[in-house]
């Protein structure tokens, strides 16, 4: 990810916490995110947007408000980032890395503070970002 798509997104995350909230889940109501929860095995979250429809959020397998806030966090970054996935260039492995990249730097950039870190979130590599939002899941 470039420097600069990655000062997009965290400026994205900011000016949506500074305009509605860093609560995802207050963010999906204002945006018409329809949510629900359910149990699995794992925690796993997935959106589903299909035109002419509300957007739907599926969280489960996450006994923590602090999980289902993250797993949240992180599909609204794919809701706001990712309308044009087929634009991506390149084979599906590095379409996904990008994609999941983009989503954990979002969720980062949108539950935590600058302050929080000693490095800069847009210098984190994506197992820093993912190993950040995963010790919040459990």
């Known amino acids: 990810m470039t420097h600069s798509r990655a000062m997009e997104i965290i400026g994205l995350a900011q000016y949506i916490k500074k305009k509605?909230?860093?609560?995802?889940?207050?963010?999906a109501d204002h945006v018409g995110i329809k949510y629900s929860f359910s149990n699995?095995?794992?925690p796993s979250a997935k959106i589903f947007k299909v035109?002419?429809?509300?957007?739907?959020?599926?969280i489960s397998g996450c006994d923590s408000d602090t999980g289902k806030i993250v797993l949240c966090a992180h599909e609204l970054g794919?809701?706001?980032?990712?309308?044009?996935?087929?634009?991506f260039n390149?084979?599906?492995?590095?379409?996904?890395?990008?994609?999941?990249h983009e989503a954990n730097l979002f969720a980062v950039a949108l539950l935590f503070d600058q302050n929080d870190f000693?490095?800069?979130?847009?210098r984190m590599q994506n197992y820093i970002?993912?190993?950040i939002l995963d010790y919040n899941l459990s």
């Open 129 to 131: 970002l993912k190993e």
């Open 78 to 87: 794919h809701f706001f980032l990712h309308d044009g996935v087929n634009a």
């Open 90 to 100: 390149g084979s599906f492995d590095a379409i996904k890395n990008d994609i999941e």
């Open 20 to 27: 509605l909230s860093n609560n995802p889940f207050k963010i």
């Open 51 to 58: 035109n002419g429809y509300p957007t739907i959020m599926m």
């Open 118 to 122: 000693n490095m800069p979130i847009h």
């Open 40 to 42: 699995a095995s794992e």
